[in-house]
């Protein structure tokens, strides 16, 4: 017992060093976001001499932060809980009628969900944008478009767990005198809370971090999400090292401060969702 | 038994609205992308069919093929050792001490932040702070700048590929290595096994989904993979570190070559289902039948 607690702890030192070396550059940007731009360059790993906090309020000023952040968390808010509200909606019906066209519809969203954006973009740029439809850049249309790509997946995740759900529950409240939406919402929904939470998470994390689709959907500068500000404010400053830096501890703040508060139900909701 | 009427009504009520959505957002462009393949589509209008020769030309095109077999080296670089990693930070995050689940945090961290924002910080570090580092210490690997050339920026790609995918699959890895029944484990203990030789016979064959999975869905990242291109090496130096992804989105949008551009996108498509089928039907033999 005592040699299998010694290499336990020889291993236990190894993953330390590798945990290390994964946290190495959040430490650098942390590390050197305080510090001034000749500094940065010449000496990175040193502690800084001079700290320069204005890094701070000079990134927060000139990507626009606070609008930044907002219109992230009101896309990723607005479009999660559309995909909430659509998917069990449409998985519970999926889930209770038996016919052919449910098979069938089932199967097509189950295949859909390997068709890479890609593939779609092109198409879909000239479908929506000012050659087509020319619908605003703006939340409410973003988060169309993410209920279309994330229903899919949100739909096949609550599908099996309703399955589960037996029917004589919907049998019991039809004979109470409940509608069809009635029972939903009142009996059906309110049971959905492990897969609500998933499909909340791994769709807030997508919608939080995605680059490619707001790059073509948010033209007007007001309306960009923090991924999209960040990116074209390191591009204007990486003269400016430090400055730079600033910006990127900024733009990760958020869901990492997100991640320490709902730890448990994030790494729960990953496991979960990659059962597929 | 429910009425053709009610049936209706209930379609209504639940499927219509998402439904429509997912045909308007995904089926349409998908379909219609597959359309324009066939014609001269240049963004506005298609004034005639062009047959097959969308297709010719991507075959053709040295651009194309460059950036496919880029591609195709970066997947499989990225799909061993991500899974290689991920699977050993599993076992070692499992061993039985406190203070594993810092470590796991640590491991993990990177997934939750964006591509994007991940390449900028690897920017800075291969450009800016290693080269310095490199000098200060006399360790020689970072010296230069790795995304200056080409054999280094693919494994630069790699490593911060690793680096934020390791994490998420050593948690699917840890999932299923919890979920390994302890009566087998026990009875191989009194059957005389070695640490390795439990781990080889038992535990992986019992674990088989979990590869399966995990393998499927770095397959897919991989060749997806999108915003850590664009910020970290932007495809350069001149084009050569371009994924498919970032080059089908210049041919289109930088170069407005729409219908060759969306030509390339449904070979990547057909290249990520072939691959993605394949990848499922083999690892789903090697899952134990239970």
């Known amino acids: 017992m005592k040699r299998t607690h010694r290499i336990n702890i020889f291993f236990f030192i190894f993953a330390s060093v590798l945990a290390v070396l994964y946290a190495f550059p959040f ?243 990953i496991s979960a969702g990659a059962v597929k | 038994m429910r009425t053709r009427r009610q049936e209706i009504r209930r379609f209504l009520v639940f499927a219509l609205v998402p439904l429509a959505i997912f045909t308007l957002v995904l089926v349409v462009p998908f379909t219609r992308g597959i359309y324009f393949t066939f014609t001269d589509w240049n963004g506005f209008d298609v004034t005639q069919f062009v047959g097959l020769d969308n297709y010719i030309a991507a075959f053709q095109n040295e651009d194309f093929w460059g950036s496919m077999l880029f591609t195709a080296g970066y997947v499989v670089a990225s799909l061993i050792l991500v899974n290689v990693v991920a699977f050993g930070l599993a076992l070692l995050v499992t061993i039985p001490l406190r203070g594993v689940n810092v470590l796991r945090t640590a491991f993990f961290l990177p997934n939750l932040i964006g591509g994007v924002i991940l390449g900028l910080i690897w920017q800075f570090l291969f450009g800016q702070a290693l080269p310095t580092i490199a000098e200060a210490t006399g360790i020689p690997v970072f010296a230069e700048n790795w995304l200056l050339d080409t054999t280094t920026a693919f494994w630069a790609m790699v490593i911060v590929t690793v680096w934020q995918m390791s994490g998420y699959m050593m948690i699917i890895y840890v999932t299923a290595l919890m979920s390994i029944e302890q009566e087998a484990l026990e009875a191989s203990l009194i059957d005389g096994t070695n640490g390795l030789q439990r781990l080889v016979f038992i535990k992986l064959p019992l674990m088989a989904q979990a590869f399966t999975i995990s393998l499927f869905l770095t397959l897919r990242n991989a060749f997806m993979a999108f915003d850590l291109n664009l910020s970290l090496t932007g495809g350069n130096p001149y084009g050569t570190t371009e994924l498919i992804s970032l080059q089908v989105f210049r041919e289109a949008f930088s170069f407005g070559n729409f219908s060759s551009g969306q030509t390339q996108a449904v070979l990547m498509f057909v290249v990520i289902a072939i691959a993605a089928l394949a990848q499922v039907a083999i690892s789903k033999r090697f899952e134990v039948q239970r």
Do not use: C
């Open chain 1, 27 to 269: 430490a650098m940007v942390l590390l050197n976001s305080v510090k001034d731009k000749r500094e940065v360059r010449n000496e990175p790993l040193a502690w800084p001499t001079e700290w320069k906090w204005d890094n701070f309020t000079e990134a927060i000023d000139r990507m626009d932060y606070w609008q930044a952040l907002g219109n992230s968390l009101i896309i990723t808010v607005l479009s999660v809980t559309a995909i909430i509200i659509t998917s069990s909606m449409l998985a519970y019906y999926l889930a209770r009628s038996k016919t052919k066209f449910s098979a069938a519809t089932f199967l097509i969203l189950v295949a859909s969900m390997i068709v890479p954006f890609q593939a779609l973009m092109i198409p879909f740029v000239g479908l929506f944008g000012e050659r087509g439809l020319g619908l605003p850049g703006n939340q409410f249309t973003i988060a169309f478009f993410y209920v279309g790509f994330g229903v899919a997946l949100s739909t096949f995740l609550y599908h099996g767990f309703i399955s589960n759900i037996p029917y004589e529950l919907d049998e019991a409240a039809g004979m109470d005198g409940a509608s069809a939406f009635r029972t939903y919402r009142s009996i059906i929904f309110p049971m959905l809370g492990p897969v609500t939470a998933t499909v909340a998470i791994i769709n807030a994390l997508w919608i939080w971090n995605d680059f490619l689709l707001p790059s073509v959907v948010l033209l007007e500068n007001d309306q960009k999400t923090l991924p999209l500000r960040t990116f074209v404010f390191y591009g204007n400053y990486t003269s400016d090292y430090g400055l730079a830096m600033a910006g990127l501890l900024i733009s990760i703040l958020p869901i990492v401060i997100f991640y320490f508060a709902m730890q448990k139900r994030i790494i729960a909701g």
